[in-house]
């Protein structure tokens, strides 16, 4: 694959050069590259990817379907459209949803015009990991807006409800920030 074409050229840039402004290697961290290592990692990292963009594609696709409060019954116009169509948070979820519907097929054709050898599209698999991220975000925000549009009518239920999931984001955030300072101070 390319990744091969490139070896010579990552290992002479990976060096560790004492001295200079590139004391640490035109690219940091990689003086203990082993390619042929890194590429497995490489593409076991992307398989997986690849497998959680699918997961979500087809959890907010069924959630599309799946309209928080059901659908209309009473014969009329407005027969088979969405209970809380007039609900902000509903319209929330709506949007939140296809967000990430979007940038999990968006991930998922750059794994597949990458895997079929389109080496234009090449570049494309580096986007891959930050539309998962995304969509992922939007599919927790669809949850949240779609548990809250059902729940409003417990007001103290659906906060206490919003709160919990919402705890993802803190959390989150300190957990890559204890990890990229544990990188950093680690260091090549």
């Known amino acids: 694959m390319h990744a091969c074409l490139l070896q010579p050229e990552i290992q002479e840039l990976s060096e560790v050069v004492d001295v200079g402004p590139f004391r640490r290697g035109v690219i940091p961290g990689l003086s203990r590259w082993k390619f042929e290592e890194n590429v497995s990692k490489w593409e076991k990292r992307n398989y997986s990817l690849m497998v959680v963009s699918v997961l979500i594609a087809t959890v907010t ?17 407005q027969q088979g459209t969405s209970v809380l169509i007039r609900n902000a948070a509903f319209q929330a979820f709506v949007i939140t949803d296809a967000i ?27 986007y891959s990991p930050r539309f998962t991220l995304i969509s992922m975000v939007a599919m927790i925000l669809a949850f949240v807006t779609g548990t809250y549009a059902v729940l409003a009518p417990s007001s103290g239920l659906a906060i206490a409800t919003c709160t919990i999931c919402l705890s993802f984001f803190p959390s989150t955030i300190y957990l890559f920030y204890k990890m990229v300072k544990d990188w950093a101070e680690s260091g090549p």
């Open 61 to 77: 696709f069924a959630a599309a379907f799946t309209m928080p409060g059901g659908y209309q019954n009473e014969e009329g116009t």
């Open 100 to 126: 990430a519907m979007m940038f999990s097929l968006s991930a998922i054709f750059a794994h597949i015009f990458v895997s079929i050898g389109a080496s234009t599209f090449f570049p494309l698999i580096n």
